[in-house]
Structure formats: structure tokens, C-alpha cells
């Protein structure tokens, strides 16, 4: 398959999980790809790896710009850097807030706005933002987070909109419960991780985690010209948490 053969993507949080799954990907069917990453040191040839913080503008605005100088342009935008939160709204203070909000809201907006101008001139230009199943489900515990994600939904559909007559696709993933290092720091971190992770993969109706390998090939669909009259659309990738009701066993 070269569908990504001479296309340029970034990748943002490309260094682990989902991101790093999805570079390697892309990279594998023909594309040139660019890592942006709090941490690309474990980034490997043949990607770039960019240092970056999607909190801090100026950052951004300087790794978007290498990365499109040695890339000879930009085709795809993956806006996947996100971190998690746990707890009711009880539980996180303003600080939390601000602080998921920055990272994964306003982050997918500043990496957006140093990409653009980059897209407009692409004629298979596609942003892909990696939401989460959070931004409809109504999980517990996850007050923050949820709300982080729905916004990332809500913006995915009006720059879907805002772009869509410069012939810039944008649409979403959103992942169920994806084993990667940070799920694995969350199974880590409870009294009996083993137990935690058989509790965790009886309750996904497939019986297992999503892989980080199968988002990754959802989010290369949404990027890659296969999926070219589709913009504004959410595809989830959740082993059927959210559009399955299973009868107990
Ligand atoms: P991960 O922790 O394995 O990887 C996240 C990457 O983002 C890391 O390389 C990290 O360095 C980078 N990053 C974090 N903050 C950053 C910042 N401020 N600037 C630049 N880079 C930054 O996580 P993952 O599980 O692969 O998650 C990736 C995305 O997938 C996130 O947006 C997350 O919300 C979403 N997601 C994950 C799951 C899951 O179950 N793992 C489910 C739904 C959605």
C-alpha cells in the first residue's frame, strides 16, 4: 500500500503509545514523518524527532517550523500529546484544570495554527486529533479528562468546518481503553496490578485492551487520501465500549 508515499505528517506526542504507533505507521506505507514530543529522545531513524511543549507557543511554533523545513512541507497533522486526569470535580483544583485544559485542548490549537498555513498548500491536507471515548461516555472519575476530550470533539467538528472549502479534512479518533505506557503507569500504580488488568480487560466487550497499533491504522484512514470525502466525523476505536450492550455471560 503507498498511500502516504510523498506525503509529510507530524506527529505530536509521537515519542510513546498512540503517537509513536501511528508514526511508525505512516512511516511504514511511504510517508515522511516528523515526532513532536516533550521527549523524542527514543525517536529513531527513519523519523525526525522535534522537542517541543504544545503548552508553550513559541516551542511549537519553532519545532513546526523545522519540521516543515526538513520535510519540504506538510500534509497531515496528527494532534495527538495529551495527558490523563482522575477524579470528580472535587478532586482537581483550578491548577488541574488550567493545566489539562493547556495540554490537551489548547495544544492541539497551537499545533493546528503553526500547521495551517503549511496545510493550505497540500492538496491532500487532513488533520486528525486523537480524542477519547470520555468526550460522550459519562465515565466516572474522569470529570477533567472527560471535559478535555469533549472539547477536543467539539473543535475537531468546527475546524472540520472552518477549513473545509480549503480543502483541509479534520476528524478525530476516539480510542477505548489503549494499552500504553500510560495505561500502564495507571495498573502500576494499584495495589494488585495484574488483577487490575483482568478486571480492566473483562470489562471491554472484546475481552482485551484496543492495541496502540490498531488506533494508529484508524488514524492513518482518516489521514490518508482512502478517506478523502470524509470531515467532521468521529471514529471510534473502543473494542465496542461504546456502541455494543452486551447481555452478563
Ligand atoms: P502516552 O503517555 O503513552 O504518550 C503521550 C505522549 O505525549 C508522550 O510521548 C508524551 O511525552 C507526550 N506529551 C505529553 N505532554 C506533552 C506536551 N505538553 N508537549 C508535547 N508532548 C507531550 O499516552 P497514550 O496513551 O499514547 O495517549 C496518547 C493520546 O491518546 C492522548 O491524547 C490520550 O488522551 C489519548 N487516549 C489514550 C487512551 C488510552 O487508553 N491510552 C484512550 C483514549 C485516548
Excluded at 471515548?133 to 466516572?140: E, F, K, N, Q, Y
Excluded at 472552518?162 to 505506557?181: K, L
Amino acid at each position: 500500500m503507498s498511500d502516504f508515499e510523498g506525503l509529510k505528517a507530524l506527529v505530536t506526542g509521537g515519542a510513546s503509545g498512540i503517537g509513536r504507533a501511528t508514526a511508525e505507521l505512516l512511516a511504514a506505507r511511504g510517508a515522511q514523518v516528523a515526532v513532536l514530543d516533550l521527549d523524542p529522545e527514543g525517536v529513531e531513524k527513519p523519523l525526525l524527532g522535534y522537542r517541543a511543549d504544545v503548552t508553550d507557543d513559541e516551542s511549537v511554533r519553532r519545532a513546526v517550523a523545522a519540521a516543515v523545513a526538513d520535510l519540504g512541507g506538510l500534509d497531515v497533522l496528527i494532534n495527538n500529546a495529551g495527558i490523563g486526569a482522575q477524579g470528580t470535580v472535587e478532586d482537581n483544583d483550578d491548577e488541574a484544570w488550567h493545566r489539562v485544559m493547556d495540554v490537551n485542548v489548547v495544544g492541539m490549537v497551537r499545533t493546528a495554527r503553526a500547521a495551517l498555513p503549511h496545510l493550505r498548500k497540500s492538496s491532500h491536507a487532513a488533520i486528525v486529533n486523537t480524542c477519547s471515548i470520555a468526550a460522550t461516555a459519562g465515565l466516572p472519575q474522569r470529570a477533567l479528562y472527560s471535559a478535555s476530550k469533549g472539547a477536543v470533539l467539539s473543535l475537531t467538528l468546527a475546524m472540520a468546518a472552518d477549513h473545509v472549502r480549503e480543502g483541509i479534512r479534520v476528524n478525530c479518533v476516539n480510542p477505548g481503553t489503549v494499552d500504553t505506557p500510560w495505561v500502564g503507569r495507571l495498573l502500576d500504580a494499584a495495589p494488585d496490578p495484574a488483577a487490575e488488568r483482568t478486571a480492566l480487560e473483562a470489562r471491554q466487550p472484546t475481552g482485551r485492551l484496543v492495541s496502540a497499533g490498531e488506533v494508529a491504522g484508524a488514524i492513518a484512514y482518516l489521514a490518508s487520501p482512502l478517506s478523502g470525502a470524509t470531515t467532521g466525523t468521529a471514529l471510534a476505536v473502543d473494542g465496542g465500549m461504546q456502541g455494543l450492550r452486551l447481555r452478563p455471560a
